[in-house]
């Protein structure tokens, strides 16, 4: 039997308590197919090595090793949220690498979209085995692999994210959510009493922000944007948006533009809005926000985030253009 094909008669998984049940087998599948050995997990925080991580959390408790890699690329707070659900929540056996500097001193002065995209990806590769070779006895990688990447791919996370194997390291795999769509992982991971605000985020690109602090990374322009966002995506989840929006963030370009502030010059960065609508993310439409919230959010923004002194709204549709700017 093919493992990696969804049989014909598995059932979309919709209710708690069908997720209670899949949850069920795969403890004891897991359990079989580990035994006592551990198992090692990149956890991103994203949707679906989150789940995983509860579910192998559930099914072999500290025979788990999460390792988060901060990439420096992060969203606001995004970090601190990883470690405070799995570490002090859940109790996970959690290891939290900040590797900030080294990515974005690897980064300095590279402006080219796929160049930057090479970087963060090799270098999260380098950071992970830095840290499963500091480890004895694992034997097994959990990866949040789920049916769309199979399809897409042949089994391995599609081509640009993060958290590919080093060739060298000879793990067998746990999936245990590799039959899944995505809409089923999420009820899989309410079930197993994750945060509503993981399992139902917005899709993030596996380099983060550093495709979003168009051309070479600044530390002054990557904290602005940052801050932007986290803005953005507060005024969102204030006005009912958050819930209706497919994908919503800031980029911000590398030029500045002459403005005024406190009855000086000011010359700062533009915050550029997307805020798009998808089914597959192959095509997107805009989303219209209204006006009065868009005033909000640029009044916030450029009061509120120093460096910033202008904010656009993208009104572009894909195609023409692509949902990220890099
Ligand atoms: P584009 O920009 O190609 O994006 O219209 C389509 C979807 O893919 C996400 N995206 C990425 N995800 N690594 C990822 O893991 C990447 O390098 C990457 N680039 C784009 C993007 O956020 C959108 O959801």
Known sequence: MDTNKRPDTMARIQTKEQADEFIKIQVEEVRKQVGDKKVLLALSGGVDSSVVAALLIKAIGKQLV??????????????????????????????YI?????????????????KKRKIIGNEFIVVFDEEARKLDDIDFLAQGTI??????????????????????????????????????VRVVGKALG???????????????????????????????????????????????????????????P???????KDDKRYEGWPAIIRAVNTKDAMTATIEEIPYDILHKITNRITNEVEGINRVLLDLTPKPVGTIEWE
């Not at 900040?98 to 990515?103: K, L, Q, S, V």
């Not at 391995?156 to 769509?181: D, I, Q, S, T, W």
């Not at 590398?254 to 005024?260: A, T």
């Open 66 to 95: 999460c390792v988060h890699v901060n990439h420096g690329l992060m969203r606001k707070g995004e970090s601190e949220n990883v470690i405070e659900v799995f570490k002090n929540q859940l109790d996970a056996n959690l290891i």
């Open 98 to 114: 900040d590797a900030t500097d080294r990515f974005l001193s690897k980064l300095e002065g590279v402006y080219e979209p796929e």
């Open 147 to 184: 049916y769309p990447d199979i399809l897409e791919s042949d089994g391995v996370k599609a081509h640009h994210n993060v958290g590919g194997l080093p060739e060298e390291m000879k793990f067998e795999l746990v999936e245990p959510v590799k039959l899944l769509y995505k809409d089923e």
């Open 194 to 252: 994750l945060p509503e605000e993981m399992v139902d985020r917005q899709p993030f690109p596996g380099p983060g922000l550093g495709v979003r602090c168009l051309g070479a990374i600044t530390r002054d322009r990557l904290h602005a944007l940052r801050e932007a966002d986290a803005i953005l995506r507060e005024e969102f989840d204030k006005c009912g948006l958050a819930k209706k929006v497919w994908q919503y963030f800031i980029a911000v």
């Open 254 to 260: 590398d030029f500045k533009s002459v403005g005024v």
